[in-house]
């Protein structure tokens, strides 16, 4: 099965975190994996996105062209991308601050309020990883004790002190969407 995912938002909402952490869980679980970054010119408040691809067969191209997963963290990213995703997948939008519905009939969408559940943790920059909470349990397509490990591994040194707020987000994530995969 391969799985190619468009992760898109501002810059500064830890779009390419998202995808860095996605490849190397898929790496610790032996799929083949490819992380491309695209930034914007501004960088931190410009668009941002990454592709992510993590198959159990041989990639043939990092570029994702036409997504089975969309992680939409603003509205930009959902207008621009939803069109091109693949019939039959699935879209994931930050409804803390998208204002409106996917319009696709073909595809799954979930709504999560990342940003507003990051804020009851106390750091809204933890919204990336409520968001990715919320894929790894609607998609299974890694084992949630994988991404836990890779988080604690990313955020170490200084970051260290936000592992704890991290896995939360994550576990908060995942909630939002029990029983809908």
């Known amino acids: 099965m391969t799985h190619e995912i468009i992760i898109s938002g501002f810059g500064g909402q830890g779009v390419m975190a998202m995808g860095k ?6 790496l610790k679980e032996g799929l083949n994996v490819s992380w491309l970054p695209s930034y914007g010119p501004e960088m931190r408040g410009g668009t941002a996105n990454c592709s992510a691809v993590l198959s159990s067969e041989e990639i043939i191209s990092p570029m994702v062209l036409e997504p089975t997963e969309l992680i939409a963290m603003n509205k930009p990213s959902l207008l621009r991308f939803e069109p091109h995703m ?84 994550l576990r908060r994530g995942a909630a939002c969407v029990e029983g809908e995969a």
């Open 21 to 26: 952490l996605l490849a190397e869980a898929g």
């Open 86 to 169: 693949a019939g039959g997948g699935k879209v994931f939008v930050n409804s803390s601050i998208v204002d409106i519905p996917a319009t696709r009939k073909d595809i799954s969408a979930y709504y999560v309020p990342c940003l507003d559940i990051a804020a009851e943790l106390g750091n809204t920059k933890t919204a990336n990883m409520v968001m990715l909470g919320a894929y790894i349990k609607a998609t299974n397509l890694l084992r949630q004790k994988t991404v836990r490990e890779i988080v604690s591994r990313m955020f170490s040194g200084t970051k260290a002190a936000l592992d704890s707020i991290n896995l939360e987000a």
